[in-house]
C-alpha cells in the first residue's frame, strides 16, 4: 500500500551507462517531482510534472530525461553517467500545483552510487 | 531567488531534554512553511505544516512549531525528546512565486 513507490532502491553502475529510475504514485496526485539529495543532504528540486506536463526543470544537465507516460508514473532516465551524479534521489507527489501548500508525499529513494 | 537558513547543522540532546530547531527564509510575502524529518535510511515524512490561521501548528509525534512573520521565522519546538526523535529535520517554505525550497537540514542526534 506504499503511496509513492520508487524503484530501485540501490543502483551501482559505472560512469558512462545509461539508467532509469522508476516512480509511482497511488493517491490520485496531479503533481510529481524528482528532488536530488546530495552527500551534505541538501535537497534540490530538478523536475516537476503536472497532469504529464512538465512545469518545472531546473538547472539539470539534459543528460537528465524526465518522462510521464500518466499521472501516477515519473520516470527518471540518466544518459552518460557521471560520478557526480552519485546522490539518493528522491520522487515525491503532491495533489497540488509546486506553488500550492499541500505537503509533498516522498518515495523512500534511490541510492545512485556512479563508480 | 527564495531562501531558507537553518541555524544547527547538528544538535546532539539527552533524552527528556527540550528542543527548539530554528528556520529563517527569505521571502516577505504569504508562504506556506513546512517541517519534515527523514529517519535513518529512510524517506522524507511530514512533521508539520502551515499555510493560514493560528501561528502555533501542532503536529504529529508532539512536534510544535510556531510562525513568526516579522522574523520570518517557523522554529521547531518539542518539550521532550525521545531516543526516537533522531532524525534529520528539514524546514521547507513555497510560495505563490516559488516551488518548495529546503533549508540544509539540521540533524538531531538524541542520547539515551
Known amino acids: ?115 | 531567488a527564495q531562501s531558507v537558513s537553518q541555524h544547527n547543522h547538528h544538535v546532539i540532546l539527552s533524552e527528556a531534554a527540550s528542543l527548539e530547531l530554528g528556520c529563517n527564509y527569505s521571502y516577505g510575502g504569504t508562504v506556506n512553511l513546512f517541517w519534515y524529518v527523514q529517519y535513518p535510511g529512510q524517506h522524507l515524512q511530514l512533521l508539520l505544516k502551515y499555510f493560514s490561521g493560528d501561528p502555533l501548528v501542532k503536529g504529529i509525534k508532539g512536534f510544535e512549531a510556531e510562525f513568526i512573520k516579522s522574523k520570518f521565522s517557523f522554529n521547531l519546538r518539542k518539550p521532550s525528546v525521545q531516543w526516537s526523535d533522531t532524525a534529520e529535520y528539514f524546514c521547507a517554505v513555497n510560495s505563490g512565486y516559488s516551488t518548495l525550497t529546503f533549508g540544509k537540514g539540521t540533524m538531531l542526534l538524541v542520547s539515551p
Request: hydrophobic share 30%.
Open chain 1, 1 to 115: 500500500d506504499t503511496a509513492v513507490s520508487q524503484t530501485p532502491k540501490y543502483l551501482v553502475t559505472q560512469m558512462g551507462n545509461d539508467k532509469s529510475i522508476k516512480c509511482e504514485q497511488n493517491l490520485g496526485h496531479d503533481t510529481m517531482y524528482w528532488y536530488k539529495q546530495d552527500s551534505k543532504k541538501f535537497l534540490k528540486i530538478m523536475f516537476s510534472y503536472n497532469n504529464k506536463e512538465l512545469i518545472i526543470n531546473e538547472t539539470v544537465p539534459n543528460r537528465f530525461s524526465p518522462k510521464s507516460p500518466d499521472k501516477a508514473h515519473l520516470n527518471l532516465h540518466i544518459n552518460s553517467l557521471e560520478l557526480g551524479d552519485s546522490a539518493v534521489y528522491f520522487c515525491a507527489s503532491s495533489q497540488s500545483a509546486p506553488r500550492g501548500n499541500s505537503p509533498l508525499h516522498f518515495g523512500n529513494g534511490t541510492r545512485l552510487t556512479v563508480t
